[in-house]
Structures are given as C-alpha cells and as structure tokens.
C-alpha cells in the first residue's frame, strides 16, 4: 500500500494543525485492514512512536509526551487516518511519518511496520 502524508506547516506554540494520511493506488489487501500509526522524527533525534490506531479504529495508542493533545482516527471509507494535533508545543516540531502494520494491532515498533509514507514536516515557533 501507498502512504502520502499531508497537512504539515509552521504554527505558533498552542496552535493545531491537522495531519493526514491517505492511502493510495491499487492494492490486494483493503486499508481497512491495517492498523496505521503516526511516528515523528525531530531534528537530530531518532524517529520515535506518537500514536496509533487499530484496523477497526476501536483502539488508539499515545505516546505519553503526546496524549491528551493529539488525537488519531480514521475514516475507512476514504482511506484515510487523520493526527490532530492540539495545543502544540517547540517540542512536536518534525517530521511526522504515518506508517501501516499488517498485524492490525497498532503496535509502536516501528520495525512492525511494513509501508511508510514521505513524512510531512511540522514545525512549531515559541
């Protein structure tokens, strides 16, 4: 499956912004089926877990720098996962990837993840 991430930009500390993650091109296996996670890479830092979602969307995953804060979901119908990100901090500026796990289960390893999006670029201004 094919990941495009989309939604990155420049805000001010305490702002929102709104990443998503569409899928697309042919598959043999529906995006339905996939648990999609949303990882971020900061400058000069290791790319790290932010939050994950099920296959279904009954189950979500935070990371605890992040929770309370972002909030996935999905919309199967438009194969798409969506990150909002609230109340924004200097330190949630990277890269944001989203990536699809087979399993279905939302892990946060990433090596438990078999498609990986572009990555779009969030950067947060104090």
């Known amino acids: 499956v094919q990941l495009q991430a989309f939604g990155g930009g420049l805000v001010q500390a305490g702002g929102s912004l709104r990443l998503s993650c569409a899928a697309c091109?042919?598959?043999?296996?529906?995006?339905?089926?996939?648990?999609v996670g949303w990882f971020r890479q900061a400058p000069g830092k290791e790319r790290e877990f932010a939050a994950s979602?099920?296959?279904?969307?009954?189950?979500?995953n935070y990371a605890r720098s992040v929770n309370g804060r972002f909030t996935i979901s999905r919309d199967n119908a438009k194969n798409t996962v969506y990150l909002q990100m609230n109340s924004l901090k200097p330190e949630d500026t990277a890269v944001y990837f989203c990536?699809?796990?087979?399993?279905?289960?939302?892990?946060?390893?990433?090596?438990?993840?078999?498609?990986w999006g572009q990555g779009t670029e969030v950067t947060v201004s104090s």
């Open positions: 979602i099920t296959w279904s969307g009954a189950t979500t």
């Open positions: 091109g042919a598959s043999g296996r529906p995006f339905s089926s996939y648990a």
């Open positions: 990536a699809a796990e087979p399993y279905g289960l939302g892990s946060e390893t990433q090596n438990h993840y078999d498609y």
